[in-house]
T-cell receptor
Framework: QKEVEQNSGPLSVPEGAIASLNCTYSDRGSQSFFWYRQYSGKSPELIMFIYSNGDKEDGRFTAQLNKASQYVSLLIRDSQPSDSATYLCAVPPGSGNTPLVFGKGTRLSVIA | DAGVTQSPTHLIKTRGQHVTLRCSPISGHKSVSWYQQVLGQGPQFIFQYYEKEERGRGNFPDRFSARQFPNYSSELNVNALLLGDSALYLC????????????FGPGTRLTVT
């Protein structure tokens, strides 16, 4: 069973702080990793993906990947109340016919 | 460019009934995937179609079926609805089966009473 694990939260951070969201996965064959943001009552929105070990930055967002530890994280710098949402980690399996396996998501609350 | 569209937005059905959900992918995308999301959980994969052929199926009963049309739009059908089928049904499109970048539509909220 391929699994993607996330802390469900809620994770509360003050406005302007760095929010750190973590995800672990079980399938060592996975090669790419995706972060989605989902506002309450809305559908998931792709915000970042990463393929290589190390960091990938896009504006206030940084994705970090450590394949040896099977760990991927998302950092949000200068957090804003508008960042309050559930963040879903998604991983394609190394084998099989499932496009993406999602974690349960971490609910982030940015306090003004 | 228009994103993924889904219809209807909301739907209320009674146990035992049948439902059909519809999806149109982003222009140029040939792959459509369906996911079920219940409250508090991440999306669960149901089906993937590419060029009108089923390319993947998740762990859902045979009451769930789908198809893709020549214009790449897709339908998800669920027969003999159960209370547990109440969920947000998401359609996602991607350029091809080798692309894991999935772009989601707004979803259809199904309530079974």
């Amino acid at each position: 069973q391929k699994e993607v694990e996330q802390n469900s939260g809620p994770l509360s951070v003050p406005e302007g702080a760095i929010a750190s969201l973590n995800c672990t996965y079980s399938d060592r064959g996975s090669q790419s990793f995706f972060w989605y943001r989902q506002y309450s009552g809305k559908s998931p929105e792709l915000i970042m993906f990463i393929y290589s070990n190390g960091d990938k930055e896009d504006g206030r967002f940084t994705a970090q990947l450590n394949k040896a530890s099977q760990y991927v994280s998302l950092l949000i710098r200068d957090s804003q109340p508008s960042d309050s949402a559930t963040y879903l980690c998604a991983v394609p399996p190394g084998s099989g016919n499932t496009p993406l396996v999602f974690g349960k998501g971490t609910r982030l609350s940015v306090i003004a | 460019d228009a994103g993924v569209t889904q219809s209807p937005t909301h739907l209320i059905k009674t146990r035992g009934q049948h439902v059909t959900l519809r999806c149109s992918p982003i222009s140029g995308h040939k792959s459509v995937s369906w996911y079920q999301q219940v409250l508090g959980q991440g999306p669960q994969f149901i089906f993937q179609y590419y060029e009108k052929e089923e390319r993947g199926r998740g762990n859902f009963p045979d009451r769930f079926s789908a198809r893709q049309f020549p214009n790449y739009s897709s339908e998800l059908n669920v027969n003999a609805l159960l209370l547990g089928d109440s969920a947000l049904y998401l359609c996602a499109s991607s350029p091809g089966t080798l692309s894991y970048e999935q772009y989601f539509g707004p979803g259809t909220r199904l309530t079974v009473t």
